[in-house]
């Protein structure tokens, strides 16, 4: 609440001063303040104002002398409006859209100054009566400027009294900031920086603005793809330029992934994905060294959205949302006549004053647009200017005036006409035998009806009933008078017309007579239309006639005596025949209609095939077709019968069906469901993300599902709830679709009514070492043992780094028995296991050269008489961890190879204290150095790179065995 202060009215403020002038004189000089009586007035309370969403709420409470009204009023430099409004209970409410309706365009209404008058004091403060909107979501944000800010559209329509010169508080994740208004109050701007610092390293942006309890408007600002003409870039608000940050991108649709560990923005908000353009989606890890952006976050490429009208001839468009400043380095002009045309901007076209030039292109209303801009790649939807749009009626009000005046002559003359027609067919379901004096006295009665709705027609609409005489003669057109008195004349004609052509003459034919007919289904007169034949059967014209009743109900006249047989018909259902006669004048026409039963699943309202449908009376079953119905045959008109609705798959029901017009029933069965769940295996070991097939093995299963396909989850997995009991066939096909690596496999399951049933789908990997490959592995396992084939010199050390490559020969070996390691058909096992024999053969010559240095074969040679020692490296090499490797690129392992060259380069320098000669430990660190370093590019590259990491490891732990230290503490002399 706002407290006001008073200001006095000037003119009591004078009458005032004068008073106490005349009592200072009166008591001879006596000191009395002429401000006295003014500030008394001033502090007879205050007046309090609350603004509440849409509406301000004066408080006059604390008023002494509450007045009865008050007048609230919005002052600005070139404008004053006001609004006068009743205070109830101490309060009166009025409106900031009345209050403002008076104040320019373009003038702020930030701390507006609101006046309140409240009898003759006036109170004024300061209070916001502006509004704030965000533009749509699918309205472009960019960042923009040298010193970047964040560019956020408002929608112009629903945003009041801001200008260029405000600034909003926004908040931002709970922070406090300052947006600064922009383009003529159509944009909101957040520093970039500021925003940074506000928010920290969140994924999502929630901004908010609130200028009163009740009225705040907000925005998500979420990481996307965009689209640019340098190709694909991740935007997120925060990625700022200067900074680094770890990237990996994943393409959702086939796993194709960009990893770039120092990776710095191309501009602000953006950081280049050109290696993955075309995607639509993709999961973003993003992160610097302190904190995280993204973790595994899937981001969309989304086209923004944007409206224009065509301007200047064709040469520019002007938006109808708030983008001014937006850079546009070209557009995509998609003509309706088939064509399509590119052009380019420099990098300096922006939309200015909400309007784009299209430089040498000409785009009209019919054309679709699509702009490429510094917020990404949208659409535009183009309109024709006002001037080229279809012209409006060249006088829709005196057309509208024109029709209203038709109509209410119509009424006037028809509303009376038809009171005969009314009159004639009640006298004809009176009587229908006319006499001369009926037809009379039908039409008295109708001039009578008539007459009366005619006076109120010509006083309620037609303008009153005693007009000005100059009006009436001499008639320039009917009159609505003239009207009324032909309308009550065609009524008063109409009545007898309708009486006679419905009935017929009294005594024309002595034997003619008049029945009744009601049909019924048994309970209930027939809704619509039903055909009723009859025929006379007791000589006389006994050629069939008939007619049509509505309602079930009727009244038929026949002109000979005697008896006559009368039946209904309703489509191709009939009743049976009744006797009528001048004794019997009424008939009533059962008819028996056969019930369908339409029966579908409970849960899903799909119909049930198959379901048998058992009556109770006579214990006959009918079985429902391929659309889940079954016509029941009646029995007696209206009468019921229980069914029972059973179905193998459904809990068994029983229900009450009648033979009625609406006796179709539509019965929902509750299935009888189970759960599976299966898992995807490559020989025993579980794979994710793969494809399976449920297929059920009974027809009525298959024409309720077909084939079923389901994804495994990263556990290998997959669940499917609400299947129908019985047996189907889980599928697996080969992994990655590669059937030269792998055998589809399958496995039958039985699914049972609230069981979960486990299936395990296996494929098998058919791959196998070839013959060459085998041959490979013997003869490097031969290189091997050659490592310890030299007399008079110790070859324990040699032997120890040799069983690193053993462990790569036993890990090609293993490659059969891992198939699950290549089941995403990312990697071919052939140029795994080649890559390897080849790594090895390379490590073999790494080993033997670092061995057979002369520092180290005197060293091996003064070890000749210790006691040998069978050490091995404790290490393996591991086929995920060289899988892993090769998902990566070569130059994140080289940076891992040089990592870790560092770290045992350190473990090497800290123990040479500790041994007499540290050659062999050297010489084998350099040599894997150069083995890892030397290698090209490629698969090849990366597992060899793998092999000299397994020898760097090697190496580390050569200090760890006390049979390496001894040989390496050995004096050599």
């Known amino acids: 609440m706002t407290a006001l202060a008073p200001i006095p009215d000037d003119r009591t403020t004078a009458s005032r001063l004068l008073v106490a002038l005349v009592l200072a004189v009166a008591v001879a000089g006596a000191m009395v303040a002429p401000a006295t009586a003014a500030s008394t007035a001033q502090d007879d309370g205050d007046v309090g104002v609350t603004r509440s969403g849409d509406a301000l709420t004066v408080d006059v409470t604390d008023l002494s002398d509450r007045p009865e009204t008050v007048t609230v009023a919005v002052s600005e430099p070139n404008s004053t409006s006001s609004d006068p409004k009743t205070v109830s209970n101490g309060t009166a409410e009025v409106s900031i859209e009345t209050l403002i309706s008076g104040v320019d365009d373009g003038e702020s209404l930030v701390g507006a100054t609101v006046q309140v008058t409240a009898g003759n004091e006036t109170y004024e403060d300061a209070v916001d009566l502006h509004t704030v909107t965000f533009a749509a979501d699918d309205v472009p944000v960019w960042i923009d400027g040298d010193d970047p800010r964040i560019v956020l559209p408002l929608n112009a329509s629903e945003t009041v009294g801001i200008t260029g010169n405000d600034t909003v508080a926004v908040t931002a994740d709970d922070a406090a900031l300052e947006g600064a208004v922009r383009a003529d109050g159509t944009q909101l701007t957040i520093p970039q920086s500021e925003l940074r610092e506000a928010v920290g390293s969140s994924a999502d942006v929630g901004l908010e603005v609130s200028v009163a309890d009740g009225h705040s408007t907000s925005r998500t600002l979420e990481p996307e793809l965009r689209e640019t003409t340098d190709g694909l870039v991740l935007w997120q608000p925060l990625l700022e330029t200067g900074s680094s940050y770890s990237v990996t991108a994943e393409r959702t649709a086939d796993g194709t992934r960009y990893v770039n560990a120092e990776a ?71 003509s309706s006549t088939g064509s399509i045309e590119r052009y380019a901007f420099d990098g300096g076209h922006r939309v200015e004053d909400g309007r784009l030039a299209l430089g040498n292109a000409t785009a009209t209303a019919n054309d679709s647009l699509v702009i490429a801009t510094n917020a990404g790649v949208g659409t535009v939807t183009l309109s024709a200017a ?281 019965v929902a069965l509750s299935p009888r469901t189970g759960r599976v769940r299966l898992r995807s295996r490559v020989d025993g070991v579980p794979i994710s993300s793969t494809p399976l097939r449920l297929t059920p093995r009974e027809q009525s299963l298959r024409d309720r599902y077909g084939t079923i396909s389901v994804t495994t989850g990263r556990d290998g997995s997959a669940t499917r709830d609400g299947l129908l009991i019985g047996q189907y066939r889980a599928e697996i096909d080969p992994p990655a679709g590669r059937d030269d690596l792998f055998d589809g496999g399958k496995s039958i399951v039985t699914v049972r009514e609230d069981r979960s049933t486990t299936a395990e789908v ?142 045992v380069t350190s473990r090497v320098e800290a123990e040479r204290g500790s041994v007499s000669e540290a050659a062999p430990a050297e010489e084998m660190l350099r040599h894997a150095w150069d083995l890892g370093n030397d290698a090209g590019r490629g698969d090849d590259a990366i597992v060899t790179i793998h092999a000299a990491l397994l020898l760097l490891d090697a190496v580390d732990a050569v200090f760890e065995h006390d049979a390496l230290c001894d040989r390496l503490s050995r004096t050599v002399f």
């Open 386 to 666: 006002p001037s080229e749009q279809d012209p409006a009626p060249a006088d829709e009000s005196g057309l509208l005036e024109t029709i209203l005046g038709f109509g209410t002559k119509a009424v006037i003359l028809v509303v009376p006409a038809l009171v005969g027609p009314a009159v004639g067919y009640g006298a004809y379901r009176f009587r229908n035998e006319w006499t001369g004096d009926r037809l009379k006295i039908s039409s008295v009665v109708a001039v009578g009806f008539a007459l009366a709705l005619a006076l109120v027609l010509v006083e309620t609409v037609g303008g009153g009933l005693l007009p000005e005489i100059d009006s009436l003669w001499p008639p320039n057109e009917l009159t609505p008078h003239a009207l009324a008195v032909v309308g009550v004349l065609l009524g008063a004609a109409l009545a007898p017309v309708t009486y006679s052509r419905l009935g017929f003459r009294a005594g024309a034919d002595a034997g003619g007579f008049t029945f009744d007919v009601t049909v019924t289904d048994g309970d209930r007169p027939l809704d619509g239309r039903t055909t009723i034949g009859y025929r006379r059967i007791d000589g006389g014209d006994t050629k069939a006639k008939s007619t049509t009743i509505t309602g079930g109900t009727g009244r038929i006249s026949v002109s000979e005596p005697g008896s006559w047989n009368v039946a209904a018909k309703r489509g191709e259902h009939d009743s049976e025949a009744v006797t009528v006669s001048r004794r019997k004048t009424s008939a009533t026409l059962p008819i028996a209609f056969p019930a369908t039963i339409s029966v579908t699943d409970r849960d899903g309202g799909d119909p049930i095939a198959g379901a048998t449908v058992t009556r109770t009376d006579d214990g006959t079953s009918r079985t429902t077709d391929a659309t889940g119905t079954v016509s029941l045959e009646p029995g007696e008109p209206g009468s019921n019968v229980d069914v029972e609705i059973a179905h193998d798959k459904y809990e068994n029901r029983t229900e009450t069906v009648a033979f009625t017009q609406d006796g179709d029933r539509t």
């Open 762 to 903: 296996d494929a098998g990997f058919t791959w196998s070492l070839s013959s060459a490959q085998r041959s490979q592995i013997d003869r490097l396992r031969q290189r091997v043992r050659s490592l310890s084939d030299h007399a008079g010199r110790d070859t324990t050390i040699p032997q120890y780094y040799g069983t690193v490559v053993t462990r790569m020969l036993d890990a090609v070996e293993s490659l059969p028995e891992a198939g699950h390691l290549f089941a995403d058909g990312g990697t071919d096992p052939d140029v795994v296991a080649d890559a390897l024999l080849a790594a090895a053969a390379d490590s073999v010559d790494a080993i033997n050269d670092a061995m057979t240095t002369k520092r180290n074969v005197d060293l091996f040679a003064a070890c000749a008489d210790m006691s040998a020692a069978a050490v091995e490296w404790d290490g393996e090499c591991d086929l995920e961890t060289l899988l892993e490797r090769l998902d990566s690129d070569a130059m994140t392992q080289r940076n891992a190879l040089k990592d870790r060259y560092e770290t």
């Open 264 to 334: 710095e923005p191309v501009r602000p908000g953006e950081i280049d994905l050109s290696s993955l353009t075309g995607v639509s989606e993709a999961r973003v890890s993003v992160s610097s060294e302190d904190e995280t952006l993204l973790d595994g976050r899937t981001v969309s490429l989304d086209r923004f959205s944007l409206s224009a009208t065509v301007a200047d001839g064709g040469s520019a468009v002007t938006f109808d949302q708030g983008v001014d400043g937006l850079g546009v380095r070209g557009v995509v002009i998609d």
